[in-house]
Nanobody
Framework: QAPLEESGGGSVQPGGSLRLSCVAS????????MGWYRQAPGNERELVAA???????KYSDSVKDRFTISGDSGHFAHYLQMNSLKLEDTGVYYC??????????????????WGRGTQVTVSS
């Protein structure tokens, strides 16, 4: 079983909504943070949202107030509710997880685990 498996991508018109799901293998071990990255065509991968097992969330400025990350109590599954989708939200979305989190104002330690990715397309 892959450590992380995403589902829920698809195509939607601007202003629409999608919900992504990610299931982590129970064998993945201790995870402190789960989240989502995305990669738009021609761009580098960027952090979209993160959910901290001790509590708290982090969002990129571009999705704040539109996207919501949540997880089950055991954090073996988590979700990304995406509302008010925009054309620029198009990309491949990757479920990710960290054993330990390290970040500064300009740096985020790369995730320890990646899913295969799911395509999200916003178009009119």
């Amino acid at each position: 079983q892959a450590p992380l498996e995403e589902s829920g991508g698809g195509s939607v018109q601007p202003g629409g909504s999608l919900r992504l799901s990610c299931v982590a293998s129970p064998n993945i071990g201790d995870i402190s943070v789960m989240g989502w990255y995305r990669q738009a065509p021609g761009n580098e991968r960027e952090l979209v949202a993160a959910l901290f097992r001790v509590g708290g969330t982090k969002y990129s400025d571009s999705v704040k107030d539109r996207f919501t990350i949540s997880g089950d109590s055991g954090h073996f599954a988590h979700y990304l509710q995406m509302n008010s989708l925009k054309l620029e939200d198009t990309g491949v979305y990757y479920c990710v997880a960290w054993r330990s989190w390290l970040a500064s104002a300009t740096y985020i330690k790369p995730p320890d685990y990646w899913g295969r990715g799911t395509q999200v397309t916003v178009s009119s």
